[in-house]
């Protein structure tokens, strides 16, 4: 069913840290009340890029699913799983292979912008070239029609929408759709037969989304439809064949932007981030020895909050009093750096609290986690399969 599921992947990279928290894994927290969320640690794409050294991989799968749970990811509402566990991925990427020009693959933005970066690796490899196609594996094995991701991974996302259209127009033919479309209609029965014409002429006639959406919700909901019906219906509201593979949509996190300790965006290849998890200890420290205005040499001498990177915190952290009292203490050297920098350190250190505690029982008692890990790949690998179960027929490879 094409429910509005949700999924999101990471590649597993070593801890994480206040940028993931802000920029993705937020909206996670919050998208996990709303829909049905399938979260993955992508450890087959770390491959792409670290095929060279796969010993550090396991460690970093295992602590980067701590931190989620540490950021609030509820597995009693999201399902978690391991990428590499649901061998239904490579199977779909294998078949969308055979219909993907190499042009759309060679022009997505992040292949040659990687390659120049990480310059020190080999990366001419099969494999790297088809990162983004994996990707799309990920998310259309699950019908997912939403993906909370940061703005790097749009192009991706955009991919994968022309890839399930792609797969969609070559498969989703079938001889006589239109007569085995009306004939589904039929079944939905009397009252609600009228309601989804009635739905979908609003929406091809006026173009009324709100229509479309109602119609979608019907066929989710109608228990008299075959797994097939209901994607000739979803495909005869479009106006196309049957809907195999659903495009999905990326969702970004507004107010992503998490600064660094020297003002640059946050992440690892700066060196200039807060853990997630971090000894209360050191983020103070990492706080205090903060860049500030380079032209605030003295105490005495005025600032301008809009040169230092602290200010840029105070924008993620503090309420407008505190961002008023630090934008003027620092105009009028009223105040200190140090002072400055005071309720910035405690409101992340608060943030950071209630982290630490949710992670705690996990530390302890690693097998909680991975009973959280084998239910959730149980349950996705439900999910992949009646998805790769319809892909199969669409192809033809349903003969035993
Ligand atoms: N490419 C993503 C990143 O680097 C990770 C990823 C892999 C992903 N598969 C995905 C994200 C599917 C969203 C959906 O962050
Ligand atoms: Fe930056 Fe605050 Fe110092 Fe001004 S007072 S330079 S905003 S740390």
């Known amino acids: 069913m094409y429910i509005d599921r949700v999924?999101?992947?990471?590649?597993?990279?070593?801890?994480?840290?206040?940028?993931?928290?802000?920029?993705?894994?937020?909206?996670?927290?919050?998208?996990?009340?709303?829909?049905?969320?399938?979260?993955?640690?992508?450890?087959?794409?770390?491959?792409?890029?670290?095929?060279?050294?796969?010993?550090?991989?396991?460690?970093?799968?295992?602590?980067?699913?701590?931190?989620?749970?540490?950021?609030?990811?509820?597995?009693?509402?999201?399902?978690?799983?391991?990428?590499?566990?649901?061998?239904?991925?490579?199977?779909?990427?294998?078949?969308?292979?055979?219909?993907?020009?190499?042009?759309?693959?060679?022009?997505?933005?992040?292949?040659?912008?990687?390659?120049?970066?990480?310059?020190?690796?080999?990366?001419?490899?099969?494999?790297?070239?088809?990162?983004?196609?994996?990707?799309?594996?990920?998310?259309?094995?699950?019908?997912?029609?939403?993906?909370?991701?940061?703005?790097?991974?749009?192009?991706?996302?955009?991919?994968?929408?022309?890839?399930?259209?792609?797969?969609?127009?070559?498969?989703?033919?079938?001889?006589?759709?239109?007569?085995?479309?009306?004939?589904?209609?039929?079944?939905?029965?009397?009252?609600?037969?009228?309601?989804?014409?009635?739905?979908?002429?609003?929406?091809?006639?006026?173009?009324?989304?709100?229509?479309?959406?109602?119609?979608?919700a019907l066929l989710d909901t109608a228990q008299s439809l075959s797994v097939d019906d209901r994607e000739r219906l979803y495909g005869y509201l479009e106006g196309s064949g049957k809907m195999i593979l659903v495009e999905p949509e990326a969702r970004l996190t507004e107010n992503a932007r998490m600064p660094g300790l020297d003002g640059q965006k946050m992440s690892k290849s700066y060196e200039n981030t807060i853990f997630l998890r971090e000894p209360a200890e050191s983020v103070t420290k990492k706080i205090r020895t903060m860049q500030t205005d380079p032209q605030r040499v003295r105490r005495s001498d005025p600032g301008n909050p809009e040169r230092c990177p602290v200010w840029q915190f105070h924008q993620v952290y503090s309420d407008p009093a505190i961002q008023d009292w630090a934008a003027q203490g620092c105009r009028s050297a009223a105040i200190g750096c140090l002072d400055c920098k005071q309720p910035v350190i405690e409101a992340v250190l608060r943030e950071q609290q209630p982290m630490l505690a949710r992670a705690q029982p996990y530390l302890e008692e690693p097998a909680r986690l991975r009973h959280i890990v084998e239910e959730g790949c149980e349950r996705a690998r439900r999910v992949a399969q009646e998805t790769m179960h319809d892909v199969r027929a669409a192809l033809g490879l349903n003969y035993r």
């Not at 602590?63 to 799983?81: K, N, R, S, Y």
């Open 7 to 216: 999924l999101s992947g990471m590649r597993p990279t070593g801890r994480l840290h206040l940028g993931h928290y802000h920029g993705v894994l937020r909206n996670w927290v919050r998208l996990q009340h709303e829909h049905p969320c399938f979260f993955f640690v992508a450890d087959w794409h770390a491959l792409t890029t670290h095929y060279e050294s796969v010993q550090a991989i396991e460690q970093s799968v295992w602590e980067m699913i701590v931190d989620w749970l540490a950021a609030g990811v509820d597995p009693a509402q999201a399902t978690l799983f391991v990428q590499s566990r649901i061998p239904e991925h490579a199977e779909l990427h294998l078949l969308l292979s055979m219909i993907t020009p190499l042009g759309w693959l060679e022009r997505v933005p992040t292949y040659k912008d990687q390659q120049e970066k990480l310059a020190d690796r080999e990366l001419a490899t099969y494999g790297f070239l088809g990162y983004p196609l994996l990707q799309s594996a990920d998310i259309l094995i699950y019908r997912a029609s939403m993906v909370p991701v940061g703005d790097d991974q749009v192009p991706h996302v955009e991919l994968t929408r022309e890839l399930a259209r792609r797969f969609n127009h070559l498969f989703g033919r079938e001889p006589g759709h239109e007569d085995k479309a009306r004939a589904a209609v039929k079944k939905l029965g009397g009252q609600a037969s009228r309601q989804f014409e009635a739905l979908r002429t609003r929406f091809q006639r006026d173009g009324e989304q709100s229509a479309r959406e109602q119609a979608r």
